[in-house]
């Protein structure tokens, strides 16, 4: 059985940070916007930079994969184990582990040189 590695160290926050995506007042003022304010809005915007199109990309056919993709990354984030990260989920742990082997999560959480 293998020993579960905790994932305290791994922030979504704390990345985009690093990357100089945000900072503690942008985090504030996000706090404010209820989930679907944030998307629609982050729709608007990428619409209004795109002449009305979403990055050449069928939003509605994509929209399950995108929304799995930020819970799985707030799930991990938000939880001191994968177990955890399951139950905030809803789903098994055996499950879990099948899911960030698909997506390759880990790899949005490694520092950018």
């Known amino acids: 059985m293998h020993k579960e590695r905790p994932h305290k160290t791994l922030s979504v926050s704390k990345q985009l940070k690093e990357e100089n995506k945000i900072n503690d007042l942008f985090e504030i003022q996000l706090s404010n916007l209820s989930l679907e304010e944030v998307i629609s809005l982050k729709l608007e ?10 990055y050449g990309l069928p939003i509605w056919k994509n929209m399950p994969t995108i929304v799995r993709d930020a819970c799985l990354k707030a799930a991990i984030s938000g939880s001191a184990t994968r177990r955890d990260a399951a139950r905030f989920l809803g789903i ?21 040189s």
């Open 45 to 54: 915007l990428a619409t209004r930079e795109m002449d009305g199109k979403m």
């Open 92 to 112: 098994t742990y055996a499950n879990l582990r099948e899911v960030l082997k698909n997506y390759g999560l880990f790899h949005y959480f490694k520092k950018r």
